[in-house]
């Protein structure tokens, strides 16, 4: 072989650009069989192939997965089974109104449905405007998939609020997406931020007064709104829903909204507050679950939902902003006892948008997921009387005084009102379903997946499957317990119920929600016998999983 002349290594890099740019047009490629002169056309020699951009010759690199056997193994994507998709429509068509096959509430069956039709691994395609949804019914396999993934999990969840939070209002929230709607190292940055001061045990220890304040207040409203029969009202579960939003806005926003007075006027900006979150609770799954049209126009559901946002963004600055101003006014040395979590958040990032995204997501996964669960919680408690009976026996053992105040140290004691909790989650689970967007090809049940898939993990199934779970069909809250607590022997497989998810994506409100709920619990059921005299009321979604119907529970102390 020739050798090509040292001064040629001097051509410019942009002129042997040019030159490969046209070789490149005539489809001829440099080899060993086809030996193409390159020539710098400026000077007309020979160009040294050492200064062609890596991009422009380097092969696409192939993923190491595919040279291991389990891929080669592995049966292709395409064959993975699940519902045919029809031309245009594809499986859209299956959550349309009239000549659909499913509604909105029909989720957690449809789930249950391709489970039985199609098995541990079902391919659910063809729907518009998303990629596909891949259900995975094998709790070893979803422990892979959580145990494998990165400090970056990509979790799927309410393309409505990304669009509202990185394009309608981009203009506020920036780079600070927060924890909701976020991914990659935008969210690992945010959620780095702020997870310290969130999940402190001590920041968590400092709201069980608080919370347990705003409790009694709900429960004297409770027996406020009792009827001539000891039964609250056929909408008491809007009543939880206020519970939930004083709890959340006493944590998030540091202070009391007033959501549990009597008699709000309508411009109220409690009953504001309450109307935006019932708007946002009733049609956020409308927005999730059907056709996203609200992606390409701005339908009058989005125009309400964007305005709904609005106003949320605009209560929690007012919120945060107070609380900045107090801590300025505030002598350092004055300051007794923990601070609260807001004050934490200001304190140690200097930037109250910071502390607003926080409590804006707070707020909005708060609201309705803390609410739903104890919908179903008081719902199973009301028509199972000798579980309610355990729980009672166990809080009259422990506060024999019902005006008691109660600590962490007697709610660590209440194993069986845990239990009880846990078991819910278990059966009806309020979260049908935690989910993944591959970030790398996979195999799974031996089938070759692709990066980009959402992989989806039922819970609402899988924690009701006999190979993960003994006796699934029972109630059995004492499976839960150690056996020094009355605990039963069984098979409890540990990824079959994840009702906060996994990993580093883990439900970040996770101990306020416990907290909230255990309080509420432990107050009611230490003073309260709880019944529901009426016909049984099956279990559907709105955006949660709860029973589907007006909870008129009898209520009569005891």
């Known amino acids: 072989?020739?050798?090509?002349?040292?001064?040629?290594?001097?051509?410019?890099?942009?002129?042997?650009?040019?030159?490969?740019?046209?070789?490149?047009?005539?489809?001829?490629?440099?080899?060993?069989?086809?030996?193409?002169?390159?020539?710098?056309?400026?000077?007309?020699?020979?160009?040294?192939?050492?200064?062609?951009?890596?991009?422009?010759?380097?092969?696409?690199?192939?993923?190491?997965?595919?040279?291991?056997?389990?891929?080669?193994?592995?049966?292709?994507?395409?064959?993975?089974?699940?519902?045919?998709?029809?031309?245009?429509?594809?499986?859209?068509?299956?959550?349309?109104?009239?000549?659909?096959?499913?509604?909105?509430?029909?989720?957690?069956?449809?789930?249950?449905?391709?489970?039985?039709?199609?098995?541990?691994?079902?391919?659910?395609?063809?729907?518009?405007?998303?990629?596909?949804?891949?259900?995975?019914?094998?709790?070893?396999?979803?422990?892979?998939?959580?145990?494998?993934?990165?400090?970056?999990?990509?979790?799927?969840?309410?393309?409505?609020?990304?669009?509202?939070?990185?394009?309608?209002?981009?203009?506020?929230?920036?780079?600070?997406?927060?924890?909701?709607?976020?991914?990659?190292?935008?969210?690992?940055?945010?959620?780095?931020?702020?997870?310290?001061?969130?999940?402190?045990?001590?920041?968590?220890?400092?709201?069980?007064?608080?919370?347990?304040?705003?409790?009694?207040?709900?429960?004297?409203?409770?027996?406020?709104?009792?009827?001539?029969?000891?039964e609250l009202p056929k909408d008491f579960d809007n009543e939880i829903h206020k519970w939930s939003l004083e709890c959340i806005g006493r944590v998030a926003l540091d202070t009391r909204l007033g959501c549990l007075e009597a008699n709000l006027s309508p411009d109220s900006e409690p009953q504001q507050i309450i109307d935006a979150a019932k708007y946002a609770l009733r049609n956020v799954a409308t927005l999730e679950l059907k056709a996203p049209y609200w992606r390409y126009f701005p339908t009058p559901l989005w125009t309400q939902y964007v305005k709904n946002m609005n106003f949320f963004v605009g209560v929690c600055m007012k919120y945060i902003q107070s609380a900045t101003e107090r801590l300025k006014t505030q002598d350092p040395s004055q300051r007794a006892g923990e601070p609260s979590l807001v004050e934490k958040v200001i304190m140690s990032e200097k930037d109250e948008k910071i502390a607003t995204i926080m409590a804006l997501d707070l707020i909005l996964v708060g609201i309705d997921t803390i609410s739903m669960a104890v919908c179903s919680m008081l719902y199973q408690l009301a028509t199972r009387p000798e579980e309610q009976q355990k729980v009672h026996e166990e809080l009259k053992r422990l506060l024999p005084d019902p005006n008691t105040p109660l600590t962490i140290q007697l709610l660590d004691q209440m194993h069986h009102l845990k239990a009880f909790i846990k078991e819910v989650f278990r059966m009806y689970s309020t979260v049908i379903g935690n989910g993944r967007t591959l970030q790398e090809d996979s195999v799974i049940c031996g089938y070759q997946v692709p990066k980009g898939v959402q992989a989806v993990f039922p819970t609402i199934v899988t924690g009701n499957m006999e190979e993960y779970v003994t006796d699934a069909a029972?109630?059995?809250?004492?499976?839960?317990?150690?056996?020094?607590?009355?605990?039963?022997?069984?098979?409890?497989?540990?990824?079959?119920?994840?009702?906060?998810?996994?990993?580093?994506?883990?439900?970040?409100?996770?101990?306020?929600?416990?907290?909230?709920?255990?309080?509420?619990?432990?107050?009611?059921?230490?003073?309260?016998?709880?019944?529901?005299?009426?016909?049984?009321?099956?279990?559907?979604?709105?955006?949660?999983?709860?029973?589907?119907?007006?909870?008129?529970?009898?209520?009569?102390?005891?």
């Not at 192939?49 to 991009?55: A, I, K, Q, V």
């Not at 499976?479 to 039963?488: A, E, S």
Request: include cysteine; charged fraction near 25%; charge should be positive.
């Open 1 to 230: 072989m020739n050798k090509l002349p040292v001064r040629a290594c001097t051509a410019s890099a942009s002129s042997l650009r040019r030159t490969v740019s046209r070789i490149s047009g005539t489809g001829l490629l440099p080899n060993e069989k086809q030996r193409l002169e390159i020539r710098d056309s400026s000077t007309g020699v020979a160009a040294c192939p050492h200064l062609l951009e890596p991009e422009e010759t380097a092969a696409p690199t192939t993923p190491r997965i595919h040279s291991t056997p389990e891929w080669q193994n592995a049966l292709p994507y395409n064959q993975i089974p699940g519902p045919k998709p029809l031309p245009i429509l594809g499986n859209t068509w299956r959550l349309m109104p009239i000549i659909g096959q499913y509604t909105i509430s029909d989720v957690a069956n449809i789930s249950s449905l391709l489970h039985d039709r199609y098995g541990r691994i079902v391919r659910f395609g063809g729907l518009i405007g998303r990629p596909d949804l891949l259900f995975i019914y094998d709790a070893d396999e979803i422990e892979k998939c959580y145990r494998s993934e990165g400090p970056t999990p990509f979790r799927p969840s309410m393309p409505s609020l990304v669009k509202y939070k990185s394009v309608v209002r981009k203009d506020f929230f920036g780079e600070l997406g927060g924890v909701v709607g976020v991914h990659g190292e935008p969210w690992r940055q945010f959620r780095s931020r702020v997870q310290k001061p969130v999940l402190q045990l001590s920041t968590i220890r400092r709201y069980l007064q608080p919370l347990e304040a705003i409790t009694d207040d709900f429960l004297v409203r409770c027996e406020h709104l009792l009827d001539g029969n000891q």
């Open 474 to 558: 029972t109630f059995r809250p004492e499976r839960w317990l150690k056996p020094q607590h009355g605990g039963v022997p069984g098979k409890l497989h540990p990824f079959a119920s994840l009702p906060y998810g996994y990993g580093a994506r883990m439900c970040l409100g996770r101990r306020f929600a416990d907290l909230e709920m255990q309080i509420l619990l432990a107050k009611l059921l230490r003073n309260y016998k709880l019944e529901y005299n009426h016909k049984p009321l099956d279990y559907a979604v709105t955006f949660m999983y709860a029973p589907d119907g007006p909870l008129r529970f009898k209520m009569t102390r005891i």
